[in-house]
């Protein structure tokens, strides 16, 4: 036993003592304290119970042999009794406080079940809001994202949600907007002439579309397409809820199109071209008055028919081809690439077009644009101009041909004229100079023979024989100059000496004369030619010049001889000769030209007025091998 439950049971041997001594209350007492107090230490009532039989049996042995064992044993009985109704009273306080806790641990099982129903309920309240929350933004986001104006604006014209859009359109933040009025936003004159009509329009439960120019401050003056849909509470329309779209670019495409349709027409209207807008199964949508003239057809009478109908049968193939053609041809123009073809009226004459095709692809397929000209008078003009081309190449063949002619001519001319020169030159001088020579023998017997007669005859004759002379020393002179035999004899320096020596004594003009003896490999032709150029170009200087001096020169090149024929007189202007004209220009120059074109020559005149006069020729050496290439005089 423990000091406590020693103590305890001294304690209680002690109050048990003096409760069998006097069975008073107070000792009675003493036993609920002592009770009360083991309650408090802690002791049960099986500590009690043990500690009061010992204590009981050790006091109630002596009773029970003084014989006043049963009365004391009842006293003993009352007296534990006091002792353990701590006991009881502490129990049964236990059992009401279990009771009690039981009570309120179902109440808190209760609680806890409502509270768990109530978190449900929250967490479910918490989802949902913050689904819609989510929604809230997504909604949000949409109408803050929409370039369309958005907004709800209340029964007294005030605003009650505006988006992004509007704000900034605005240049207002949107607590400026909310709040305000739509006449404070949109100014005065386009809230009461616009704006105010057709929202009472909208409170007044209809839905309503319009579209007008509006000014906003971001943008400018702008076309909007505005709607206006009334937001009903119950039976009463208490806002309406404003769409408005910025339409300007569409109305401006919209008036570029109308416009570029307007031109459209009036090209088409105005065209001298036939124009005709097939689809693509080649069945004609539009024409215009050039085409219904061009074939002769009403309007109806074309469209809706197939293109085929405007052309002759032998000529679809063609057409067709044509189409295909430009199918295959993406993307779209083939403008400038045209085709002939013949197109036919609608009382079946034919006549011949120019059709350029255009095709391009839409959403509703394929189109065609053919653009027909009447190419009637243009064949008509391409086949005259044809014919008098053909006629023009026949004259100028011809014309060709007989300047061929005339040149095969004038050179037979020039070779005749120098054979007829030869012939005269020879006749002279042989048939004339001989007569005149045997007259010349004559005269001189003659004169012999008057002066024996002494009658003065002799003077006669002597004058007669002096004439003579000088017609002899003239027809030498006629005839050297028609032909000169030295040329043919002597060459061609040898015969321009002697001739030169001769002008410059007759004009008095000095002439200076050098030539390299190489030119006398020329062949006759060519030689003949140089001394006619020479003596034509001294006579002109002769004639005309009025020249104190003259050069001829004859340079040898070893290919061929440049002559130069050069005076310091008057000269003149060789390009303003009329060479057409026979009265004003003489055949000198001329002649001369010609001469060298034979020989395959070049000639050249240099001359001004005051600077005198040159004449310049080519004379190209052929070897007797390539002369078949030249023209010769007479062939
Ligand atoms: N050396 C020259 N000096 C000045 N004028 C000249 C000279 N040579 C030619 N002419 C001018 O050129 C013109 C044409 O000369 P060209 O020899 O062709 O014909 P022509 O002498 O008048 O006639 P043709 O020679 O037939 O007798 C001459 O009329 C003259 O006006
Ligand atoms: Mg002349």
């Known amino acids: 036993m423990n000091e406590s439950l020693q103590k305890f049971s001294g304690q209680y041997q002690t109050a048990l003592q003096d409760y069998l001594a006097d069975e008073g209350e107070e000792s009675l007492h003493e036993a609920y304290e002592l009770g009360r107090h083991a309650v408090a230490e802690g002791l049960g009532v099986l500590d009690i119970a043990k500690i009061h039989q010992q204590v009981s049996l050790a006091l109630l042995m002596p009773a029970f042999a003084s014989g006043k064992g049963k009365r004391q044993a009842h006293a ?142 971001a943008f400018g003056r702008r076309f909007f397409d505005v709607s206006y849909y009334p937001y009903q509470q119950k039976t009463t329309v208490t806002h309406a809820i404003v769409v408005t779209r910025d339409v300007t670019d569409r109305w401006r495409a919209e008036r570029a199109l109308r416009e570029s349709e307007e031109q459209f027409r009036t090209l088409m209207h105005s065209a001298i071209d036939a124009i005709i807008l ?55 123009r083939l403008i400038g690439k045209t085709v002939e073809m013949h197109g036919i009226r609608k009382n079946g004459n034919q006549f011949p077009i120019e059709l350029s095709l255009a095709s391009w692809q839409t959403e509703s397929g394929r189109f065609y644009c053919g653009i027909i000209r009447d190419i009637t008078e243009r064949k008509r003009a391409e086949e005259a101009l044809r014919k008098s081309e053909e006629h023009y190449r026949t004259l100028f063949n011809e014309a060709k041909a007989m300047q061929e002619k005339l040149r095969v001519l004038s050179s037979k001319i020039l070779h005749a004229q120098e054979e007829e020169r030869k012939r005269i030159s020879r006749e002279l001088h042989d048939e004339v100079g001989q007569a005149l020579t045997a007259i010349s023998v004559n005269l001189q017997l003659l004169k012999r023979k008057a002066a024996k007669a002494d009658d003065g005859l002799d003077a006669t004759v002597a004058e007669t024989q002096s004439i003579l002379e000088q017609t002899m020393h003239n027809v030498h002179r006629f005839s050297y100059e028609l032909r000169p035999a030295m040329l043919d004899d002597l060459g061609l320096v040898i015969a ?41 170009s001294l006579t002109n200087v002769y004639k005309y010049a009025d020249a104190e001096r003259a050069a001829v020169l004859i340079r040898w090149t070893g290919d061929g001889a440049r002559l130069t024929v050069k005076d310091n007189g008057r000269g003149f202007q060789p390009d303003q000769l009329d060479l057409s004209s026979r009265e004003k220009s003489g055949l000198g120059l001329m002649g001369m030209e010609e001469r060298l074109r034979l020989v395959n020559g070049q000639f050249a005149v240099k001359s001004a007025p005051g600077k005198g006069t040159t004449i310049r020729a080519l004379i190209p050496f052929q070897p007797e091998s390539d002369k078949s290439r030249s023209i010769k005089p007479g062939s």
């Open 76 to 217: 003993v009985e009352g007296f534990l009794m006091e002792a353990l109704s701590p006991f009881e009273a502490h129990h049964r306080g236990f059992r009401e406080a279990n009771a009690l806790l039981r009570e309120l641990n179902e109440t808190l099982e209760h609680r806890a079940a409502e509270l768990a129903a109530t978190n449900r309920e929250l967490s479910h309240e918490i989802t949902r809001r913050k689904a819609s929350e989510e929604m809230w933004k997504r909604y949000e986001s949409i109408v803050n994202t929409s370039r369309e104006f958005l907004t709800l604006v209340g029964s007294n014209y005030r605003y009650e949600a505006a988006n992004d859009a509007y704000c900034q359109a605005h240049r207002k933040s949107r607590e400026e907007i909310l709040g305000s009025s739509v006449e404070d936003v949109w100014g005065g004159t386009a809230f009461w002439t616009i704006i105010k009509g057709h929202l009472d329009h909208c409170f007044s439960g209809e839905e309503v579309h319009y579209q007008a120019w509006f000014e906003v401050a």
């Open 496 to 536: 321009l000496r002697w001739y030169i020596k001769g002008f410059a004594k007759r004009t008095s003009i000095k002439v200076n004369f050098r030539a390299d003896a190489g030119v006398e490999q020329l062949q006759n032709e060519s030689k003949t030619v140089i001394y006619r150029v020479i003596q034509e």
């Open 278 to 332: 097939a689809d693509s199964d080649g069945r004609v949508i539009a024409c215009n008055q050039a085409a219904r003239t061009m074939f002769g057809r009403a309007r109806e009478e074309i469209v809706g028919h197939p293109l085929g109908l405007l052309v002759p049968d032998e000529q679809r193939g063609a057409r067709e081809s044509e189409i295909n053609r430009i199918r295959q041809d993406e993307p779209t």
